[in-house]
């Protein structure tokens, strides 16, 4: 059995966070196209904008999930939303965050959700066979895309270490996966001609492509055919990045498409 949330946060409590345009609309694609074309039982749970609290996210993956999971399912959590790095104190190590609707941009640490702290650490109370993440975020809080900076590195002196930063460390473990937008580097962007982030469009495209149906996919799958299609669509910057050892497990199966019906 499949277990999904999914996360869209466009709209912001804090009127000092920009809103997203397309946040909203990437989960509720995602969230129809999974219920329409997984071959499976599954149970797909949608927060969108003032329902994706962080105290609601938590409460899904760290109650809800684990009463409901079994050691043979698959668990898939997708976020469509900000990513920020922060810093708490001059020259410390930074830390790495999603932005969630309540979240105050000037108690980052306090208001957003960890993603090592927290996420990571949520999501090792799941006893799923896998458990795979997918991002359409960036972390770097560069300008132009779908991450900005914690107050933390815009006051004062920007010396920074993001280098430092790593995704690895939230899919750390045999049975997790990590799919994301781009790299640490790199910038998840929005793209108005294509009504989505441009990664999530052509995830959407690759999990109703022919090229898939009647077949088991993972991660590792859905990796190689959004990186095609991103490097056609924006020469190659930014990539889909994957991390995790389990990038090649046994995700779900994607059905073919019903045919033969007709409007009514």
Known sequence: ML????????????????????AR??????????????DRERQITLLVDERATKARIARVITDELPRSVRSEDTVVLYFAAYGSPEIEVY???PSIHLVAH???RARLHTTAINMISELSAW???????????VLDASFN?????RTFEGPGLWSGPRIRSLDRISLRRVAAGGNFA???????????????SLGHGVFTHHL????????????????????????EAVRKSTNGDPLPAMYGAGIGLPLFRIDRPMTGLTAS
């Open 141 to 145: 809080g560069m300008p132009g895309g």
């Open 178 to 192: 990590l799919l994301t937008a781009c790299t640490e580097k790199e910038v998840a962007r929005e793209d108005a």
């Open 91 to 93: 020259d410390s190590e």
């Open 204 to 227: 959407l495209r690759a999990l109703t492509s022919p090229d898939l149906e009647d077949r088991m996919v993972t991660a590792s799958m859905l990796h190689a055919a959004t990186v």
């Open 25 to 38: 609309a990437d989960a509720e694609a995602v969230a129809a196209t999974l219920s329409e074309r997984v």
């Open 3 to 22: 277990h999904a949330l999914i996360v869209g946060v466009g709209a912001h409590a804090d009127s000092k966070i920009k809103p997203l345009e397309f």
């Open 123 to 133: 999501t090792r109370r799941l006893p799923a066979r896998l458990v795979t993440i």
């Open 102 to 104: 309540d979240t105050v």
